[in-house]
């Protein structure tokens, strides 16, 4: 008998998601043999950003995310210098860089130890990591406390790593330096210093303690180096520009196809997003994000999620580390649950050590901004890597105000519901054949689900009231 598992919401990740899965015994062996993946919010950025002045959009786009505002800040700049065909300063490109580049570090600590490791290991009996599943955990009582340690220190270098954005940021979420034009910080040779100082405990966390971990992980629960696969296409949009013009980037962009090797280049206009099993106008399916409409229609037959499913040349693609790792040709050992982990975590080193670099290229006391002037008609789009992986903001300008503006991040593209052809999304693809030994403790179904990293906070945001008896009612006027 097929039973159907509810896990509502999933925890240990940013934002509200919904995962159903249906288990059927497969060759005797329980298992998951269809996945629905859904976002029960509304986002609202994109209808909320019409009518206002362009030069807002980065500092509201930020946002969208507690965990991941530096990308949205700098992919609302960048399309802001392409509608209004303005340059910034070498140094404001280099400050962005060492911003964005502790965002990531951050972020992907972050998931590791505070998102999936509880997953894999028990903490101690008490809060907050109690209450906890009785399931499957294989690693002896020493190795759970060092684990649980590097929780603890995790913290920390996740808090480092934010103050390290924030040395030139000036704060971490939601930098206000991040601005079309440029930057608004102009650096000083103590903010070079001291960043640096971040820098080196920041590598040194990775290097000894998260890398180590993720293969320590890996080799207790060797399965998993096979479950969890997917739809198989990766694609990246690419980020960190490392020249003026943006042409030559640190994380390359491209895409991948299931079962090829070569890395193709993008068109950026086989990006589509589809709406048929989402809660949006069917009208609008299958638009190119340059014309996309977000025309919310709830309840809708056949729909289940908030998040459009967006597609390249009509088909699903993951997008994140493992992606971007892949294309640059630096990890080439699979797609599956823990080559995710193992390529995040390579790839918070591999950033880590490149930041030291692009330090050295800040020049202390200089220009980081140049006047940028709103122009009153453009269309432009700003495209960057979070730490998810591709984003994308498109914008229109009329008249000097924002006419039209979509946002498709990362989560979009993975936790994706079915599209027009009901094609699964890739974690809902992911999850199909996953074993499931407890249908009242699922842990497998999240140790898949975590491994993308999903955030609904970026992908959707205003929640509707599912509790109508528990929905605020604000009291009227006095009459008494
Ligand atoms: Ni809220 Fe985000 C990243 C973006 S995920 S974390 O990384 O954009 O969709
Ligand atoms: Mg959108």
Redesign the pocket.
Known sequence: MPTVITIDPVTRL??HLRVDVTVDSVEGKPQVVEARVSGTSFRGFETMLVNRDPTEAPHLTQR??????V??GV?AALALEQAGQSTIPENARVLRNLVLGAN?IQ?HILHFYQFSLLDYVGGPGMPPWEPQWDVDRRLNAEDSARLVDHYRLALQAARATNEMAAVFAGRQPHSPALVPGGFTNVPTADQVALFRKYCGTGAEFIRRVYVPDVDFIASRYPEYSKLGRGCGNLLAFGGFALDAAGRELFLTGGRMTEGGREVQPLKLEAVTEQVTCSWYDNGSTNRHPADGVTQAVYPKEGAYSWLKAPRYEGEPYET?PLARMTIDGLYRQGISVHDRHRARAAEALRIAEALPRWLDQVKPDEAVYTRYAVPSEAEAAGLTE????A?GHWLKIRQGKIAHYQ?V???????SPRDDRQKPGPMEKALVGTPVADAKQPVEVLRVVHSF???????VHVSRPVHPARALVFPGPRTD
């Open positions: 940013e934002g969208i995310c507690g965990v991941c505002s990308p949205h992919a990531f972020s994140g979070a730490p998810r992986g984003l946002v991040t990362p989560t979009c593209w993975n936790g990293d999903p955030c609904l906070a970026c992908a």
